[in-house]
């Protein structure tokens, strides 16, 4: 069975990393800056807000987690009438993994978190997300992230051998299991990750990944899902903002361009595996997708090894 969401983390090479975290006490606020990576958090101890660009602050409290989606500004805050301070000052002097921040005795409040690289094809994943998804601590569906922050919580703690690649790989399963609740909750409104959510055409978003160089036709997938042709195309489009044909096309161009990083990749063998028996009709698909031909793309990326 096809795992969209799976292949999506995988074509973006998307890696997760721990981030200092916060230790604060007081009247206080931090405003920080991230670019087009993504960043998550969790509040393990107190209460604080959240406000993002000119929307209305969020109210946070011990078990709520929440992710943005870059590039972004945000501010943190145990009191919205406290003076912000920039997150470059306040985390310049950390050590052990926190930041301290120290305005007073109470209230006391530390958020641990941590943030996604990639180095390329982030976009396929990221443009499905919103700005801003907050889980609440409590619910089911928070629920499963739970063990997830005590295992967290304990390997900060202990400092082991091993517990960087540890906390990493934590942080990888909390990021999925994120992006799981949201799609559970309804928070995802729009695009290829909601498809996912809707039963009536998912079945039509897992077959296109299942073989991605098959020549699909309309009427197989809207048989899979069970609607008309005329439905299927509806919804999907609704849905997805782009016809079934349109995503096959761009998610073949994605798995192309990760499979061109490969020094041993062919332009004949690429073509193919996307689906296409003319390196000129995969070259023109390939440059209306990245603005650049799949030869010069490769070339590119091989002059980026050979420097390194």
């Known amino acids: 069975m096809a ?3 799976s292949d999506a983390i995988r074509v973006s090479s998307a890696r997760t ?3 200092t975290g916060l230790r604060a006490t007081g009247r206080w606020a931090i405003a920080v800056t991230i670019d087009e990576n993504f960043k998550f958090n969790a509040v393990t101890e107190g209460t604080c807000w959240i406000t993002v660009g000119d929307a209305e602050p969020v109210a946070l409290k011990q078990g709520d987690c929440f992710f943005l989606r870059g590039p972004v500004t945000f501010v943190l805050a145990s009191d919205l009438k406290a003076d912000v301070q920039s997150a470059t000052e306040v985390f310049a002097n950390a050590a052990d993994g926190f930041a301290t921040l120290n305005k007073g005795t109470e209230p006391r409040v530390t958020c641990i978190g941590g943030k996604v690289l990639s180095a390329e094809g982030f976009e396929f994943l990221s443009d499905a997300l919103p700005n801003l998804i907050t889980i609440r601590g409590g619910t089911r569906a928070a629920d499963n992230t739970r063990w997830l922050l005590d295992r967290l919580i304990s390997e900060l703690a202990t400092n082991s051998p091993g517990t960087e690649i540890m ?4 942080m990888q399963m909390i990021f999925v299991e994120m992006i799981r609740m949201s799609l559970e909750e309804g928070l995802v409104e ?16 897992r077959l296109l ?3 991605p160089k098959r020549d699909w036709r309309l009427p197989e997938l809207a048989s899979a899902c069970n609607l ?6 509806s919804r999907f489009t ?24 490969d020094p041993k990749a062919t332009l004949a063998r690429v073509a193919s595996e996307a689906g296409y028996q003319s390196e000129a009709a995969f070259g023109a ?3 209306r997708a990245f603005g650049t031909s799949p030869r010069r793309y490769f070339r590119s990326r091989q002059a980026v090894v050979w420097a390194a």
Not at 228 to 233: D, E, G, P, T, W
Not at 244 to 256: E, K, Q, S
């Open 238 to 261: 609704d849905t997805v903002g782009m016809s079934p044909i349109a995503y096959l096309v761009n998610w073949r161009m994605f798995l192309a361009r990760k499979a061109l990083q």
């Open 17 to 19: 990393v721990l981030s």
């Open 190 to 205: 729009a695009g290829w990750l909601s498809a996912l959510a809707d039963p009536r055409i998912s079945p039509a978003v």
């Open 209 to 211: 990944h299942l073989d």
């Open 167 to 170: 906390c990493e790989q934590i």
């Open 3 to 5: 795992d969209p969401l």
């Open 228 to 233: 008309s042709r005329s439905q299927f195309a």
């Open 285 to 287: 698909a390939f440059k």
